[in-house]
């Protein structure tokens, strides 16, 4: 968990919402956003500490990585230890992002088989995901720059599905966890409050091929 998720929203919807500052990336919809694909965050500016919104390859590459090839590529990052786990512990303490989800999937496990589900917010606002991010160098001057999920212990409306879940971000967070305000970032790191809705969804989203508006579409 988080191994998949809906991302339909345009750049300039996604630029109002975050207040971001640079021309919004050509933001391709997806029903199937999965790992190693191109994904849109929010992430502050190296230089310049702006709101940027990007597309960052989903799957983490440190910057310390000695090359691609053998690069891990987490997806996710268990919120209790990313500060002492090399892997994050420096994206945690200088390279905070916001990831926009629209749905995410999880399959929960029954004596028959593993069953998909989409989990969105009953607000219709999206999920904002507290992600890390990083810029790798290639020895070629190719640079890639990637980002990981943060998840924590699923919500009690969540729990029957996966005992994770992402770490979820409200508005008011949005300048702490990006380092723009004062605040105890660790404090964010906790289950979501929120209100989610919960369906299931056809198997056909098992297929990272598989991308469409129909993926979400309930089933009895």
């Not at 590459?61 to 690069?71: I, Q």
């Not at 929960?108 to 507290?130: E, S």
Request: proline content about 9%; charged content about 20%; glycine content about 8%.
């Amino acid at each position: 968990m988080c191994g998949r998720y809906a991302q339909y929203r345009d750049g300039d919807r996604l630029r109002k919402l975050f207040a971001t500052v640079n021309p919004p990336p050509n933001i391709q919809p997806s029903w199937n956003v999965a790992p190693t694909r191109l994904a849109p965050v929010v992430r502050r500016h190296p230089e310049t500490g702006a709101r940027h919104l990007d597309l960052l390859r989903w799957g983490l590459v440190p910057h310390w990585t000695k090359t691609f090839a053998d690069a891990r590529s987490p997806i996710n990052a268990r919120s209790e230890t990313a500060g002492s786990a090399p892997m994050f512990r420096d994206a945690l303490a200088h390279r905070r992002c916001l990831v926009p989800i629209d749905a995410f999937y999880e399959w929960q496990v029954t004596p028959d088989g593993k069953i998909p589900h989409a989990i969105a917010r009953q607000d219709d606002q999206p999920i904002v995901a507290a992600g890390l991010w990083e810029g790798w160098r290639g020895p070629d001057g190719v640079v890639i720059r990637s980002f990981a999920i943060l998840t924590t212990t699923a919500c009690p409306a969540l729990a029957h599905l996966h005992e994770r879940m992402p770490v979820v971000l409200e508005a008011a967070d949005f300048a702490h966890w990006l380092g723009e305000a004062p605040g105890d970032v660790a404090a964010l790191l906790r289950p979501s409050a929120a209100g989610f809705r919960v369906w299931q969804v056809g198997t056909a989203v098992g297929n990272v091929r598989n991308d469409g508006a129909e993926l979400l579409r309930p089933v009895a």
